[in-house]
């Protein structure tokens, strides 16, 4: 599962008055403890689906591989086991293994270097040695040597550790091998052969060493490593968030793997030794580019700060650093505060026209929405709103917001609120809810007064002209929002989580369909159903599922109207991962749109859309 458990112990502060120091989960929300099984994340692809799984018995892992079948879109059986990288990397000698970190340089600069004994630092081998001085052992075993297992060092039934939270990425460069990229609890972030399964190299992150020797102990308990989210953009320059299991962020050149294993792979580290204000990044990164001057535009990792730093703040890490340079605020990193103490998210990021961020759109654990303006210099954070439930009590904010927006009007920004934290969390009856904001710059929003409520019971009344958005408040006394959502055609999909007591408890979901522009179900856009026909709004799903999934399965044109109009329609599956390598139909969407006009990144005037609604 991709759901991520947050255990939260309350300390005394001082300086930024008081954020709580959090230790992050690393286990799964939810697991089928009689098998012992978890499922991990899944990244469904044009006929394929890499998948996760999860051996909560001995925090082992696999990988694997499907390919769908053609029919029904590859919905239900029929799938295929392509590769189990778990397996192959079983019968992989550890000697073979293209297994590589780096050592922290005078200046602050990272140096790769083979993930071997005789290569590490004299302060990498300290802290493998522990007392006993069996550090070159531990090396070995984290290598994948097993003859010391049951003795020395824990049983394992997989040389590959799980992954939780972490999330499978596809780099495929013309005339270069496709690999898929995944961060792994056993300290390394995993490079795949997408057609063969066979591991092409992997990385331990230096900020990680203070930890490694737990996964060699007999006593070990489950923790966090390389369990963060991971990007790669079109150049294959890969950024990851280390997650729990370190504060801070790498970034990699995987663009030719043969590069990498040449010594040039690594670009850099960044963590809290660089600066105070980086924490725990539990959300996704990003790369884009963004205007340092009116003349000069370079190209970073855009990072929210996350978990346990010292207050708010958005990072921007310069994806062209020399690799011989160290770190040096406002020369090749930035940083924009909130000014506030509490953890910041992934922003949602708003381009121009060329390709330039202008604005990103983040919020935080006290329910607030940042408006970080990119645009001009200095760049700057506002305060854009702050989630309330109808009882005036903030609303966590810890998804990536989903946006929309018009040419001539303003921006919508979508996102739940929720969280699981403290353990009490889990049984937690605090009101979360979902909100579509919409922006007129400079406008703020003052309280979901200014907003619309919506139901999901047919009653919903039209939305004034003066209405600044709408929000709906889950039913579910235990359910919130996790994981962003999915945007298709002016519908936005998301799912629910109700956790259970503990991860062999019941959890479940629930899978919502809304309009876009107007909160609605099923308004003429868009048609969601389930399979018995009712509709897909507040339905409850059989199992947890963090995300919905969608699978094409047809398009279709119309002829021209008697207006010269033409319009699409659309359909689509909406399915979950119910088992290794299988997936299960919980509905169906079918969306109408005019070609070559609208889609959830063209939304015709907002205004005009809600009046037409009424």
């Not at 082992?60 to 239900?76: D, K, T």
């Not at 062209?320 to 090749?332: A, L, M, V, Y």
Request: proline fraction near 5%; glycine fraction near 10%; hydrophobic fraction near 40%.
């Amino acid at each position: 599962m991709n759901g991520r458990m947050i255990w939260v112990a309350l300390v005394a502060c001082t300086a930024w008055a008081s954020a709580a120091a959090l230790e992050i989960g690393s286990k799964p929300v939810a697991a089928d403890c009689t098998s012992g099984q978890a499922s991990g994340p899944v990244l469904l692809r044009q006929g394929e689906l890499y998948q996760a799984t999860v051996k909560i018995g001995d925090w082992s892992g696999n990988f694997s591989r499907y390919a769908l079948s053609p029919e029904a879109g590859g919905v239900g059986a029929s799938t295929t086991l392509s590769w189990d990288a778990g397996a192959i990397l079983n019968g992989t000698p550890p000697g073979q293994r293209k297994i590589y970190t780096a050592t922290v340089q005078p200046n602050g600069a990272l140096e790769m270097t083979p993930f071997a004994w005789l290569s590490l630092s004299a302060a990498q081998q300290a802290l493998l040695d522990l007392d006993d001085e069996a550090g070159e052992k531990r090396l070995a075993y984290l290598r994948g040597d097993r003859t010391l297992e049951g003795t020395l060092f824990r049983r394992r039934s997989s040389v590959l550790g799980d992954s939780v939270h972490s999330t499978p990425v596809y780099s495929g460069q013309v005339d270069r091998r496709a690999a898929v990229y995944l961060g792994a609890n056993d300290g390394m972030l995993h490079a795949f052969d997408a057609t063969t399964g066979v591991e092409l190299f992997a990385y331990v992150p230096d900020a990680l060493f203070a930890q490694l020797h737990h996964l060699a102990s007999p006593a070990y308990q489950h923790r966090a490593y390389v369990d963060g989210l991971a990007s790669v953009n079109q150049k294959g320059l890969l950024v990851s968030g280390m997650g729990g299991g370190a504060k801070g962020v790498f970034a990699l050149d995987v663009a030719d793997p043969a590069r990498f294993v040449l010594g040039r792979g690594v670009l850099w580290e960044f963590g809290e030794h660089n600066d105070s204000l980086m924490g725990n990044v539990i959300s996704l990164p990003q790369i884009a580019r963004v205007r340092v001057r009116s003349d000069v535009e370079r190209q970073f990792a855009i990072v929210a700060g996350g978990m346990n730093a010292e207050a708010g703040a958005l990072f921007l890490l310069s994806l062209d650093k020399p690799r011989d340079e160290g770190w040096q605020r406002n020369s090749n990193y930035y940083r924009i505060e909130t000014k506030e103490p509490a953890a910041l998210s992934a922003p949602v990021l708003l381009n121009d026209g060329e390709g330039r961020v202008r604005y990103a759109y983040a919020g935080d654990l006290q329910g607030n929405l940042w408006r970080f303006d990119l645009s001009v210099t200095p760049w700057s954070a506002d305060k854009l709103f702050t989630a309330r439930d109808a009882s005036g009590r903030a609303q966590p904010i810890t998804e990536q917001p989903l946006l929309a927006y018009a040419q001539t009007g303003g921006y919508l920004i979508l996102f739940g609120t929720g969280q699981l934290i403290e353990a009490a969390d889990r049984s937690s009856n605090a009101k979360q809810s979902y909100y579509a904001i919409i922006d007129v710059l400079p406008d703020k929003v003052s309280g979901r007064s200014q907003l619309t409520q919506r139901f999901l019971d047919g009653q919903d009344l039209p939305m004034e002209p003066a209405s600044k958005g709408w929000f709906i408040d889950f039913s579910q006394p235990s359910e919130r929002s996790l994981h962003a959502g999915v945007l298709a055609d002016g519908a936005v999909l998301f799912n629910t989580v109700l956790p259970g007591a503990d991860m062999c408890s019941p959890t479940h979901s629930r899978s919502y369909v809304l309009n876009v522009l107007t909160g609605l179900p099923d308004d003429g856009i868009f048609t969601a159903r389930l399979p018995n026909g009712e509709t897909i709004a507040g339905a409850m799903l059989p199992d947890y599922a963090p995300v919905p999934l969608l699978l094409p399965q047809s398009t279709t044109i119309s002829t021209r109207d008697a207006q010269g109009k033409i319009s699409q329609e659309k359909d689509y599956a909406v399915v979950q991962v119910t088992g290794e390598g299988r997936l299960a139909v919980t509905g169906s969407l079918k969306t109408r749109r005019r070609v070559g006009r609208l889609s959830w990144r063209e939304i015709a005037n907002w205004r005009e859309l809600h009046e037409a609604a009424k």
